[in-house]
């Protein structure tokens, strides 16, 4: 079974930072490509940025150069930096995890979200 949490979320003024982590337990023996992705009110949920097993990361257009993904597998936490947060930021923010076991995949792991406010 794989448990996914999610913390770091805040209130923050525009310009400001926060680091948003996420924590996966499951099977030692396997690998996670992780990703965060975000709902704000009244929009669907969009891809903010992924990690894969080798360390690989990918973002979308808008936080690219703000924010910054990271891994600490030692700990088996995914990382979200975010600088320079904007109005157009806040969201509750999801973690996402996809399980591969000897070759094996099993997608879709969420977390309940953790909540970033930026105030103007």
């Known amino acids: 079974q794989v448990q996914i949490v999610e913390s770091g979320g805040g209130s923050v003024q525009a310009g400001g930072s926060l680091r948003l982590s996420c924590a996966v337990s499951?099977?030692?023996?396997?690998?996670?490509?992780v990703s965060w992705h975000r709902r704000a009110p009244g929009k669907e949920r969009e891809f903010v940025a992924d990690?894969?097993?080798?360390?690989?990361?990918d973002y979308t257009d808008s936080v690219k150069g703000r924010f910054t993904i990271s891994r600490d597998n030692a700990k088996n936490t995914v990382y979200l930096e975010m600088n320079d947060l904007n109005p157009e930021d806040p969201a509750m923010y999801y973690c996402n995890a996809d399980q591969v076991c000897r070759g094996h995949w099993t997608f879709g792991y969420w977390g309940q979200g953790t909540q970033v406010t930026v105030s103007s």
């Open positions: 499951g099977d030692t023996a396997c690998m996670y490509e």
């Open positions: 990690i894969d097993t080798d360390g690989g990361t």
